[in-house]
């Protein structure tokens, strides 16, 4: 009888163990993703690495949305990429996170990469001056903190409004890169797009010019919006999203790079 009982002992113990080591190492696979994450972005070529990215040959697809949240488009794109298990990137802009932070909360909850986009999306606000410019990556950085529960939260990764590479405030967007490095960021462009931005195409049309934005290139850095003033690019999401899989694509966001 002792011995029986002994044993039950001994049994649960080991049952015990066994928990503790599941919750051991899921607690550190959470905490390593985040720690590894900063700890590529303090590295010195952060930007070069960044820059190479849509340069590579891998099938890897990273889809970002701008400009939301917006509670009309951002709750389908969610729902969505749920269905698909996709995690994307959302570039937020700090004035909508403030408006709809539950959103932002969601995205985050559901793994996708909240990243900045600066607080207003007024070029002539946002390149008044250097102050300005860092000023308006680091009260987005604090919105989406207050919206997701961390302090000092920073997403190191900034795209431009309408992108480094379009001609206006080229002077500006040059000179205040260089000051996006001392705050351990760096901007990214995209190389495929569907145009959902230029409000004129049909839903079909959209998904050709992601086709044809696509074809031949290898890593893909995708620009969509989810915004209000735009196409409803949720309407083509999942056949974009089929289409990138039949094509041979796995889908990446920033915590993956
Ligand atoms: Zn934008």
């Not at 720690?35 to 590579?56: P, R």
């Not at 696509?214 to 409803?232: A, F, P, Q, R, Y």
């Amino acid at each position: 009888m002792f011995f029986i009982i002994k044993r039950k002992k001994v049994i649960l113990f080991f049952i015990l163990c066994i928990l503790i080591c599941l919750i051991v190492y899921f607690i550190f696979n959470l905490v390593n993703k985040k720690t590894l994450l900063v700890s590529a972005f303090e590295e010195e070529n952060f930007q070069d690495k960044i820059s190479n990215l849509m340069n590579g040959n891998e099938k890897i697809a990273y889809l970002t949305f701008d400009d939301g949240p917006t509670s009309k488009s951002t709750p389908k794109i969610l729902e969505i990429l749920s269905e698909e298990n996709v995690k994307a990137t959302f570039f937020v802009i700090g004035k909508h996170v403030k408006q709809n932070p539950e959103l932002v909360k969601q995205a985050y909850n559901d793994g996708h990469y909240i990243a900045n986009h600066g607080y207003s999306h007024n070029n002539n606000k946002l390149y008044s001056s250097g102050d300005s410019f860092i000023n308006e990556i680091k009260s987005t950085d604090l919105e989406i903190g207050k919206a997701i529960g961390i302090d000092n939260y920073s997403s190191h990764i900034f795209r431009f409004p309408n992108g480094y590479m379009a001609n206006a405030f080229k002077s500006q967007k040059q000179q205040y890169a260089k000051l996006l490095n001392d705050i351990d960021y760096a901007y990214i462009d995209w190389n495929c797009l569907n145009k959902d931005s230029e409000k004129k195409y049909t839903n079909s049309e959209l998904l050709n010019n992601l086709k044809n934005s696509c074809k031949n290139k290898g890593t893909l850095v995708i620009l969509m919006h989810d915004t209000s003033d735009v196409n409803e690019t949720d309407l083509v999401l999942k056949d974009s999203i089929d289409y990138l899989k039949e094509e041979g694509y796995i889908f990446n966001n920033f915590y993956d790079f």
